[in-house]
């Protein structure tokens, strides 16, 4: 077994840097830390906790260059989108210190007794499981709710990013948060079974793959632990027969190319009609050939490196597979010949059923077109797919689309003419094999709490 967690640069294919993989010892320290540490949490003031959470907040913006650079080194994130996702875990952060008192309200019931009624109390020492594409929102979407209801984190990050993990703890210590708030585990995804079955873990909460779920799923379901999970999406963009063609394919190239493509809710597929589809195709592809790829240090480029070249190279079977069962490439579709992990931005149509295209997530700048014989049948497509987290539907008639995304569409998060995205004042999750629960909004700070009736007779 290795004895260090590897960080590569994805753009160069070079070693950054290496971090020991903590021992056993030091696990259940850390362990007995936080466990001591939501002992004191717990009794603190909204007032306090809305205190750390904001000098938090103002030291992620301090630190927004050296992280956004950290980004980009390990997984190769384009660095203004670096930049970008800094600021949003800082404004929410900023969002829970404001609204979660108001959020764990105590609601009162009329009932027999003489007083009755709901508090919201939190659950412990809560485990989170986090994936490279987004190395500081996925944590902090997390951890803003989970602290501000009382709780304390311990975090297993993706290996690949263990910079960007190790970054994140010392920059909450460096913003005055008490001892054990939030401790980083360097370990393989090996043993996280074992600290999931830890008694002193309450709950687990993972964005990850769908297999990842299921393993977590299976270890918190043995040991009766509650569990959020975020798992993975091929998100399907239904463009109406009356939609701007223009504007649309604005919108799905945005909604493709956002964070080199690699989101599990990136607008993946993208289904129009017969009456559409060649309008589309040029609008679509013309657009994906102008999105400019390459160093992700050079904020001209839209696009970066994938994380790794194993992603990339599996990508790039997902679509020689695709075209060998009949699909059409418009433009991309090779491996460069740099260094990195790079894979050009690429469009495919007449995507059908059966293809990898179709039936899989493709993580990275592929766009999947796909051509339905009428906007019923569109709709028919969308939800033909194993996974549920988000999608989008563009046209004229709001109206429409808006009785389409609320009666229709199977998804945990429909957006009408816009691409798919997280809101901190929105909740966030998917059905299907897109995982259960909710993260942020209202929704996301109640996950991990105690429901607690008290009736008073």
């Not at 609204?99 to 764990?104: I, Q, S």
């Not at 604005?250 to 009609?273: E, H, M, P, Y």
């Not at 709001?398 to 929105?426: P, W």
Request: charged share 25%; aromatic share 8%.
């Amino acid at each position: 077994m290795a004895d260090k967690l590897i960080s590569v640069d994805p753009s160069t294919g070079k070693k950054i840097a290496g971090y020991a993989i903590d021992n056993e010892k030091k696990v259940t320290a850390a362990l007995i830390t936080a466990t001591e540490a939501f002992a004191k949490w717990r009794k603190q003031p909204y007032s306090k906790r809305a205190k750390v959470l904001n000098n938090i907040a103002k030291e992620l913006r301090k630190q927004k260059e050296r992280l956004a650079i950290l980004a980009t080194q390990e997984m190769g994130k384009p660095i203004q989108q670096g930049r970008e996702e800094v600021e949003k875990c800082a404004v929410t952060l900023e969002y829970y210190a404001n609204e979660g008192e108001g959020f764990l309200k105590d609601i009162h019931v009329k009932t027999d007794a003489t007083k009755s009624y709901v508090t919201y109390q939190p659950l412990g020492v809560i485990l989170a499981i986090m994936p490279w594409n987004f190395p500081y929102w996925q944590v902090f979407r997390a951890f803003a709710p989970t602290i501000m209801a009382g709780n304390v984190m311990v975090l297993k990050h993706a290996s690949n990013v263990s910079g960007c993990a190790v970054a994140i703890e010392e920059l909450i210590i460096k913003a005055g948060a008490p001892k054990g708030l939030l401790q980083t585990f360097l370990l393989p995804s090996s043993r996280i079974e074992k600290i999931i079955e830890h008694p002193a873990v309450a709950a687990v909460t993972l964005t990850g793959s769908t297999a990842a779920g299921r393993k977590v799923a299976e270890a918190a379901g043995r040991s009766l632990k509650k569990q959020v999970l975020e798992l993975g999406g091929s998100d399907a963009y239904i463009i109406l027969d009356d939609a701007d063609i223009e504007a649309a394919a604005q919108i799905c190239v945005d909604g493709r190319l956002k964070n080199s493509g690699q989101s599990c809710v990136a607008a993946k597929r993208f289904i129009v009609t017969k009456n559409t589809k060649k309008a589309f195709e040029e609008a679509m592809t013309r657009r994906m050939e102008a999105a400019t790829w390459g160093d992700p240090m050079n904020d001209a480029n839209k696009v970066g490196p994938m994380a790794r070249h194993d992603l990339r190279d599996q990508l790039h079977e997902q679509v020689i597979k695709s075209i060998e069962m009949g699909a059409k490439l418009l433009c991309g579709g090779y491996i460069p010949k740099d260094k990195g992990a790079y894979y050009p931005t690429t469009v495919l149509t007449d995507v059908v059923k059966g293809m990898p295209a179709h039936d899989e997530e493709l993580f990275g700048p592929v766009a999947a077109i796909i051509v339905a014989k009428n906007e019923a049948d569109a709709m028919r497509i969308a939800n033909d797919n194993e996974y549920g987290l988000g999608g989008a539907i563009i046209g004229k008639n709001i109206a429409k689309a808006e009785k389409m995304a609320v009666e229709e569409m199977e998804a945990g998060s429909i957006f009408i003419n816009d691409f798919v995205h997280s809101d901190q004042r929105l909740p966030f999750g998917g059905v299907k094999h897109s995982g259960y629960g909710r993260e942020i909004g209202e929704f996301g700070i109640k996950e991990f709490v105690n429901i607690k009736t008290i009736y008073i007779k």
